[in-house]
């Protein structure tokens, strides 16, 4: 139950975050993808948090099976994964605003996915 509330609160955070920096501070979160401008929504926000909390869930319960020491590896690659997510994600932000927005969500999404599923795991 505890996982799934890992994918919950992903989602919900991502949705309250896109909501304060979209709706609230007024910063468009757009990025570049080569040459063409992408708008980030609301619904795509919210699928991104969904997808890494989805394959967070999914790499743990398969390191666990494997190692005895599945939660600390799994520990190590989600923080690594959340860094060069960093690195790929928000950079790509058309405006300092958008690289900070972007970022923050990043952040904030990583730390439930990270924070949740390594409460779940007992070993």
């Known amino acids: 139950m ?3 509330a ?8 991502a949705a309250a975050g896109f909501a304060v920096l979209h709706s609230m501070a007024g910063i ?3 990025a570049t993808t080569g040459t063409t401008v ?4 609301l619904t ?5 948090a969904a997808i890494a909390a989805v394959a967070g869930w999914l790499s743990l319960a398969l390191l666990e099976r494997l190692t005895s020491r599945g939660r600390a590896i799994w520990t190590a690659i989600a923080v ?3 860094l060069l997510s960093l690195l790929a994600g928000p950079a790509a932000g058309t405006t300092g605003g958008a690289k900070a927005g972007l970022a923050l969500l990043h952040l ?3 730390a439930v996915v990270i924070g949740t599923l390594r ?5």
């Not at 890992?6 to 955070?13: E, F, I, P, R, Y």
């Not at 992408?38 to 929504?41: I, S």
């Open 28 to 30: 468009d979160l757009a």
């Open 6 to 13: 890992a994918v919950a609160g992903a989602m919900l955070v």
């Open 108 to 110: 904030a999404v990583g």
């Open 80 to 82: 690594t994964v959340l």
């Open 38 to 41: 992408q708008h980030v929504t």
């Open 44 to 48: 795509a926000t919210m699928a991104a």
């Open 2 to 4: 505890t996982r799934l």
């Open 119 to 123: 409460r779940s795991s007992s070993r």
